[in-house]
């Protein structure tokens, strides 16, 4: 069935250092790609999405472009706060049964200390 | 507007015992989910419901029932409480089949004993 792989960390960076959480997907159609983020306490909120092969979704300085060649999504930001600690899931939409319901990695946990 | 709201916010039971985790949401949303979250697992989808009056299964829908009696609200029960059903329980939903943005509420921290 469709599913998600990404980095699952814990991830600790300095603030200001570069990002990368890789994210690929495995699906039979054209699924919509989406980056989850959750602080801490709080439920997901959606960070960016792309619907379609070489969009780039992008949001509070992250960025993640739909490869369908390389079938990923990865999530980048330039430099980074500590504001951004969170965890960041990867996520699918799929089809079964006549409804679009979501399917998401295991989450990665970024802390970022001054 | 208050978005998705999850009561209660904390809970525990013991072994056997029941209880409902209820859902609202006050955007007029078709779509609404329940999810649970453990360590190094992500979200798994129990129960869906694609309007007022339906339900469906999801991934994980054993141990739990839902019902959708009214648009705004989604409740999730246990009927028998497990310790394999402590968890983080998340509701979401979605304006609907047109769009594909999932709003999610804070969440129910669950202990069973």
Redesign the interface.
Known sequence: GDSVTQM?GPVTLSEEAFLTINCTYTATGYP?L?W?VQYP??????LL?A?KADDKGSNKGFEATYRKETTSFHLEKGSVQVSDSAVY?CAL?FTQ?G????V????MKLTVNP | NAG?TQTPKFRVLKTGQSMTLLCAQDMNHE?M?WYRQDP??????IH?S?GEGTT?K?EVPDGYNVSRLKKQNFLLGLESAAPSQTSVY?C?SRLG?DT????????TRLTVL
Do not use: C, H, I, N
């Open positions: 699952e919509s989406f989850y306490g709080e439920g997901l909120q959606l999405k619907t899931f939409s049964g409804s679009e319901k979501l998401f990695g295991k989450g | 998705v779509y989910y190094g697992m992500g979200l798994r989808l869906y694609v469906a999801g998340f979401a089949r594909d943005t999932q709003y999610f509420g804070p969440g």
